[in-house]
C-alpha cells in the first residue's frame, strides 16, 4: 500500500483531465475530488480520536484540541475534529457513510452536534433506539441535500419534541433564569457589551437588529463600505433612539430622554456621560445634535446652570420640513424614519435651529460628518450638499443631497 507521501505527491502532481470543451471531465474530476476530500476529512476524525483516546494531550497537561491548532489546523477546523471524534463512537450509521466519503465534514459536525442537542434537552438518557432513530432521521436529511443549516434546524426540532415529553424540564432556550447581559467600559472609554439571551429575545433583537443594517451603497455609488459588524452596531444604535422615541410616546406626562450629556461651562473639562464618563468633544458634538439626548451645562462648582436643550431641539414642525426636501438621509438614502436632524453649523457655535441649518443623516452618516470629516453645507439651491474628506476626495467637490443625486452645482439656481 502506499504511504500518505505517496499519495500526496501524486496530488500534488495530479494533470488536468483530458478536456472535451464541455467541461464535463472537469466535473466529473471535481466530483471525484470532493469524496476524496470527505473520506480524508473523516480519516482526520478517525485519527483525531485515536490520538483522544491514547491520552497523550492531557498527560502533557494540554488537550488535543490545543495539540492540533499548534500542529497547524484552523482552531474551527480543530473544533470540528475533536466533536466529530467524541461523537461518532455513537453513531455508526453516520461513521459508516463518512468513512465511504458520502457525507462532507459539515454534514457529519451537524448531525453529531444535532444528536448531542438532543441528548441534552431529552429528560432521560437517550435510550439506544431513540438514538438510532434520531441518527437515522437526521442522516436522511442529510443525504437528501439538506444543508448543515437544515440538519440544525431540525435537530432543535426534535429537541424541543423531546424536551416537551417532560414538562419538568424548561429546555435551555427558553430558560429565563440563564439569561445575561454583561457590560463593561473599556479602558479607551468604549463599552463592550455581551449578551447571552433566551430563544425569543434572541429572535427579537436578530430581527430588529437585521431589519436596520442592510447594507446600503456609498455615495459615490461603491458598495457599503462598512463590515457586517459596523452596520449592526449601526442597526444597534438606530434600534435604541427607535426605542426612546417609543417610549417617549408610551409614557404618560413629559417625554423622557434616554441619555444625559454634562457640559462643563469652563470649556476646558470634557462633557461627560453618567454611564461611560469623560466623553470626547466630537462625541459630545455628535450627542448634543440628536434629540434623543439632554445636556445641562454645568459651572465650576459642578451645578447646572442652564440645559441646553431649549433652542437646539428640531421642533417637529421643522423636523417635517426638513423630511419634506431632503426625504431621505442626505448622504446614503437611508428612510428618513432612520434618520436624525443635524445642525449644519452646531447650535453651540451660533448656529441656528431653522431650515437652512437641518439636515437628515441616518446615525451611521451622522457618525461619518462628526468623526470622519465629511461636511454638510448649505447649497445656493437650499438644498444640503456633502463635502468629502480629502482621504475619500482629494479635490473634496461637493455632492448633492440622495434625493438630488443626478444634479451637479452647476446646476443649482444660483
Ligand atoms: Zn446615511
Ligand atoms: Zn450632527
Same mark, same amino acid.
Given at each position: 500500500m502506499?504511504?500518505?507521501?505517496?499519495? @500526496?505527491?501524486?496530488?500534488?502532481?495530479?494533470?488536468?483531465?483530458?478536456?472535451?470543451g464541455?467541461?464535463?471531465?472537469?466535473f466529473?474530476?471535481?466530483?471525484?475530488l470532493?469524496v476524496?476530500r470527505? =473520506?480524508?476529512?473523516h480519516?482526520?476524525?478517525?485519527?483525531?480520536? /485515536?490520538l483522544d483516546? !491514547?491520552?497523550?494531550?492531557a498527560?502533557?497537561?494540554?488537550?488535543?484540541?490545543?495539540?492540533?491548532i499548534?500542529?497547524?489546523?484552523?482552531?474551527?477546523?480543530a473544533?470540528?475534529? =475533536?466533536?466529530?471524534?467524541?461523537?461518532?463512537?455513537l /453513531?455508526?450509521?453516520?461513521?459508516?457513510?463518512?468513512?465511504?466519503?458520502?457525507l462532507?465534514?459539515?454534514?457529519v459536525?451537524a448531525?453529531?452536534?444535532?444528536?448531542?442537542?438532543? $441528548?441534552r434537552?431529552?429528560?432521560?438518557a437517550?435510550?439506544?433506539?431513540?438514538?438510532?432513530?434520531?441518527? &437515522?432521521e /437526521?442522516?436522511?436529511?442529510?443525504?437528501?441535500?439538506? &444543508?448543515p443549516a437544515? +440538519?440544525?434546524t431540525?435537530?432543535?426540532?426534535?429537541?424541543?419534541?423531546?424536551? $416537551?415529553?417532560?414538562?419538568?424540564?424548561?429546555?435551555?432556550?427558553?430558560?429565563?433564569s440563564?439569561n445575561?447581559?454583561?457590560?463593561?467600559?473599556?479602558?479607551?472609554?468604549?463599552?463592550a457589551?455581551?449578551?447571552?439571551?433566551?430563544?425569543?429575545?434572541g429572535e427579537?433583537?436578530?430581527?430588529?437588529?437585521?431589519?436596520?443594517?442592510g447594507p446600503?451603497?456609498?455615495?459615490?455609488?461603491?458598495?457599503?463600505?462598512?463590515?457586517?459588524?459596523?452596520?449592526?452596531?449601526?442597526?444597534l444604535?438606530?434600534?435604541? %433612539?427607535?426605542?426612546?422615541?417609543?417610549?417617549?410616546?408610551?409614557?404618560?406626562?413629559?417625554?423622557?430622554?434616554?441619555v444625559?450629556?454634562?457640559?462643563?461651562?469652563?470649556?476646558?473639562?470634557?462633557?461627560? /456621560? *453618567?454611564?461611560?464618563?469623560?466623553? !470626547?468633544?466630537?462625541?459630545?458634538q455628535?450627542?448634543?445634535c440628536?434629540s #434623543?439626548?439632554?445636556?445641562? +451645562?454645568?459651572?465650576?462648582?459642578?451645578?447646572?446652570? @442652564?440645559?441646553g &436643550?431649549?433652542?437646539?431641539?428640531?421642533?417637529?414642525?421643522?423636523?417635517?420640513? +426638513?423630511? =419634506?426636501?431632503?426625504?431621505?438621509?442626505?448622504k446614503?438614502?437611508a428612510?428618513?424614519?432612520? !434618520?436624525?436632524?443635524?445642525?449644519?453649523?452646531?447650535?453651540? $457655535?451660533g448656529?441656528? &435651529?431653522?431650515? $437652512?441649518?437641518?439636515?437628515?443623516?441616518?446615525?451611521?452618516?451622522?457618525?461619518?460628518?462628526?468623526?470622519h #470629516?465629511?461636511?454638510v453645507?448649505?447649497?445656493? %439651491?437650499?438644498?444640503?450638499?456633502?463635502? *468629502? *474628506?480629502?482621504?475619500?476626495?482629494?479635490?473634496?467637490? *461637493?455632492?448633492?443631497?440622495?434625493?438630488?443625486?443626478?444634479?451637479?452645482l452647476?446646476?443649482?439656481?444660483?
Amino acid at each position: 500500500m502506499p504511504s500518505i507521501t505517496e499519495f @500526496r505527491d501524486t496530488l500534488v502532481f495530479l494533470a488536468p483531465p483530458p478536456e472535451d470543451g464541455s467541461g464535463r471531465a472537469v466535473f466529473d474530476r471535481l466530483d471525484e475530488l470532493r469524496v476524496l476530500r470527505n =473520506v480524508l476529512d473523516h480519516q482526520i476524525a478517525v485519527h483525531v480520536a /485515536l490520538l483522544d483516546a !491514547s491520552g497523550a494531550a492531557a498527560r502533557a497537561g494540554s488537550t488535543t484540541r490545543s495539540w492540533l491548532i499548534e500542529m497547524g489546523m484552523p482552531p474551527s477546523v480543530a473544533h470540528r475534529g =475533536v466533536r466529530i471524534a467524541g461523537g461518532l463512537a455513537l /453513531l455508526p450509521k453516520v461513521a459508516d457513510c463518512a468513512a465511504d466519503g458520502y457525507l462532507a465534514a459539515e454534514c457529519v459536525d451537524a448531525v453529531v452536534r444535532g444528536i448531542a442537542l438532543i $441528548d441534552r434537552r431529552a429528560a432521560a438518557a437517550l435510550s439506544d433506539d431513540d438514538r438510532r432513530a434520531f441518527e &437515522t432521521e /437526521l442522516l436522511t436529511l442529510a443525504f437528501s441535500g439538506a &444543508t448543515p443549516a437544515e +440538519i440544525d434546524t431540525r435537530a432543535r426540532g426534535v429537541a424541543v419534541r423531546v424536551a $416537551d415529553a417532560d414538562p419538568d424540564t424548561v429546555p435551555a432556550a427558553d430558560d429565563a433564569s440563564l439569561n445575561t447581559v454583561h457590560t463593561r467600559v473599556t479602558e479607551e472609554g468604549r463599552v463592550a457589551i455581551s449578551a447571552d439571551v433566551s430563544a425569543v429575545i434572541g429572535e427579537k433583537f436578530l430581527s430588529m437588529i437585521d431589519e436596520r443594517s442592510g447594507p446600503r451603497p456609498e455615495p459615490d455609488g461603491a458598495e457599503d463600505r462598512r463590515s457586517v459588524g459596523e452596520r449592526r452596531a449601526d442597526g444597534l444604535e438606530l434600534l435604541l %433612539d427607535q426605542a426612546a422615541i417609543g417610549a417617549a410616546m408610551t409614557t404618560a406626562g413629559a417625554p423622557r430622554t434616554q441619555v444625559l450629556v454634562t457640559v462643563p461651562a469652563d470649556g476646558v473639562d470634557p462633557a461627560r /456621560l *453618567p454611564w461611560v464618563g469623560a466623553i !470626547s468633544a466630537a462625541s459630545a458634538q455628535r450627542l448634543s445634535c440628536d434629540s #434623543g439626548v439632554a445636556e445641562i +451645562i454645568l459651572d465650576t462648582e459642578g451645578v447646572p446652570l @442652564r440645559m441646553g &436643550t431649549t433652542k437646539r431641539l428640531f421642533p417637529h414642525h421643522l423636523r417635517q420640513a +426638513i423630511i =419634506v426636501r431632503d426625504l431621505c438621509c442626505v448622504k446614503c438614502g437611508a428612510p428618513a424614519a432612520h !434618520s436624525q436632524v443635524h445642525h449644519l453649523v452646531h447650535w453651540a $457655535d451660533g448656529g441656528p &435651529t431653522d431650515l $437652512d441649518n437641518g439636515c437628515l443623516l441616518c446615525q451611521r452618516c451622522h457618525t461619518q460628518v462628526h468623526h470622519h #470629516g465629511w461636511q454638510v453645507v448649505m447649497g445656493p %439651491d437650499r438644498h444640503p450638499w456633502l463635502i *468629502p *474628506p480629502a482621504d475619500v476626495d482629494p479635490r473634496r467637490s *461637493p455632492r448633492p443631497a440622495y434625493n438630488r443625486r443626478t444634479m451637479r452645482l452647476d446646476d443649482a439656481p444660483v
